[in-house]
């Protein structure tokens, strides 16, 4: 099993659509949790960090199941500009980060 | 804001150069890193520093030397660049373990 997997996509929405994506790893022992978004040719910028509570930040929301080893993260109200790749990083230990190869999202009008 | 700093957006070097990219943080950051991207193959660990002078290999560190004598700048050197080594070079820096990393603009380098 692959440390941290994602769906590759596409995930095609209209706009105002809700989607979501999961991200799935393999350490139980991971520790950190981010989502990071990726425009094509662009470096990746953070998102949101992801808490065990979960939490929200605007039409997002991220949430974090430790028994069942995965994120996810909820855009509501899809926007074109949401269009862009989506990364899951989970971290465990000093120097262990290990990112997802990311979920593309195209949102059209 | 964190602001990370590559120093080329554009590099083309030839066949065995020795090849230099340099990456600048302000923010006092202790860990530094460096990743390369390839299509398909996502974001993969190149080499990271969590203090001055220290370094550790990542899950690709062949062909590749780092160098962090001060603080806020890391140093990725291709030692005899190879044509394989064309790829999208990026740096991040975090303030510590468990905080989220921030990344450069990234180094577009291809190798002729």
């Known amino acids: 099993r692959k440390e941290v997997e994602q769906d590759p996509g596409p995930f095609n929405v209209p706009e105002g659509a809700t989607v979501a994506f999961n991200c799935t790893y393999s350490n139980s022992a991971s520790q950190s949790f981010f989502w990071y978004r990726q425009d094509c040719r662009k470096e990746p910028k953070l998102l949101m960090s992801v808490y065990s509570s979960g939490n929200e930040d605007g039409r997002f929301t991220a949430q974090l199941n430790r028994a069942s080893q995965y994120i996810s993260l909820l855009i509501r109200d899809s926007k074109l500009s949401d269009s862009a790749t989506y990364l899951c990083?989970?971290?465990?230990?000093?120097?262990?980060?290990?990112f997802g190869k990311g979920t593309m999202l195209l949102v059209s009008p | 804001d964190v602001k990370v700093t590559q120093s080329s957006r554009y590099l083309v070097k030839r066949t065995g150069e020795k090849v230099f990219l340099e990456c600048v943080q302000d923010?006092?950051?202790?860990?530094m890193f460096w990743y390369r991207q390839d299509p398909g193959l996502g974001l993969r660990l190149i080499y990271f520093s969590y203090d001055v002078k220290m370094k550790e290999k990542g899950d690709i560190p062949e062909g590749y030397s780092v160098s962090r004598e001060k603080k806020e700048r890391f140093s990725l050197i291709l030692e005899s660049a190879s044509t394989n080594q064309t790829s999208m070079y990026l740096c991040a820096s975090r303030v510590v373990r468990d905080q989220p990393q921030h990344f450069g603009d990234g180094t577009r380098l291809s190798i002729l």
């Open positions: 990083v989970v971290t465990s230990g000093y120097s262990t980060l290990t």
């Open positions: 923010m006092d950051h202790e860990n």
